[in-house]
């Protein structure tokens, strides 16, 4: 059965993938980007399936009313996918408060603008994928010069897990996508590099530089990535964080099991920080069938 997908972040990137490869598919797309008329050319070539539509992630208000009209054009949204998102480069130090926010606006603020939007569409009709564009960075992280985007990505996760947890009884899925380096613009148009003291030159600098190098050696595939999402919306059964590319799913295996080999070595001072009778928090499952 086709599925209806809302985008964000549609006109470059992983996202314009994603919506290429949704509609080779056979399914619809309502795609949105701050300038529509960036989609004209997947309007010519797939016609009505592909609606474009005008977003600034950061409005709420805008947010809403571009998921009604999504919703009035194709009758349902089956998946919802968060995919806008920037990054701009300054060590903590010396980064402006304002640009900071303003990352925080975009790739947190517009997920939580989205999400909260989606809730009540997925659960009047009982069903629907949430797909959350986290990165490498939002598991891993520790990237100088990247605090602002990879605490939003972190906070993202949160986020996720809490909204997985609230919708599950609707039908309702949490997908949070974890991205390595892949051929993009990530790194060039899309993100400004502030200057910064020679200080931070091998940490700040060197990140900057491996970053500017990725878009065009970076082993990420944004067709292959694409197409490997629209598979995982016809499965029953979806993980709750997919790594994707070689860096993404080997570093995020190497940095559980130092983690969980942390967490054994300190087990037992974790534990004599409670009550002699502790009573264990039931956690939900991080892995979904529906």
């Known amino acids: 059965m086709s599925k209806v ?9 992983l996202g314009r993938a994603l919506v290429r490869a949704a509609l080779q598919e056979g399914d619809r797309v ?26 600034d992630v950061t409005d709420p208000a805008a947010a809403a009313a ?17 995919n806008a ?31 909260k939007a989606a809730i009540p569409i997925l659960r009047d009709q009982q069903g629907g994928l949430v797909i959350q564009f986290s ?10 010069g990247l605090a602002s985007y990879q605490a939003a990505k972190f906070a993202i996760d949160g986020f996720s897990r809490v909204l997985q947890g609230e919708t599950a009884p609707f039908g309702v899925r949490v997908l949070v996508v974890e991205p390595s380096g ?34 065009a050696i970076a082993a990420g595939d944004p067709v292959r990535a694409a197409e490997i999402l629209v598979k995982m919306t016809r499965r029953d059964d979806i993980p709750y964080h997919l790594p994707l590319g070689v860096n993404a799913a080997e570093g995020s295996i190497a ?29 939900p499952p991080m892995s979904q069938t529906v």
């Open 135 to 144: 990165s490498m960075g939002g598991r891993v992280g520790g990237s100088p």
């Open 85 to 115: 998102g920037y990054a701009n480069v300054s060590p903590i130090e010396t980064t402006d408060d304002a640009d900071f926010r303003e990352q925080f606006e975009t790739n947190f603020w517009g997920v939580y603008n989205v999400s």
């Open 255 to 283: 940095l559980d099991r130092q983690l969980l080999a942390d967490d054994d070595k300190w087990r037992a001072v974790s534990r004599s920080a409670d009550f002699s009778e502790p009573y264990p928090v039931p956690f």
């Open 66 to 82: 571009a998921l009604a009209a999504a919703r009035d054009r194709f009758g349902r949204l089956d998946v919802i996918v968060n």
């Open 30 to 55: 309502a795609a949105t980007a701050r300038r529509p008329e960036q989609l004209a050319d997947l309007v010519e070539e797939f016609g009505e399936r592909v609606y474009p539509l005008a977003l």
């Open 5 to 13: 997908w809302f985008v964000t972040g549609s006109s470059r990137g």
């Open 182 to 215: 892949f051929r993009t613009d990530w790194a060039g148009a899309s993100m400004t590099v502030h200057e910064f003291p020679d200080a931070y030159a091998e940490t700040v600098g060197a990140m900057r530089f491996a970053a500017g190098q990725s878009g």
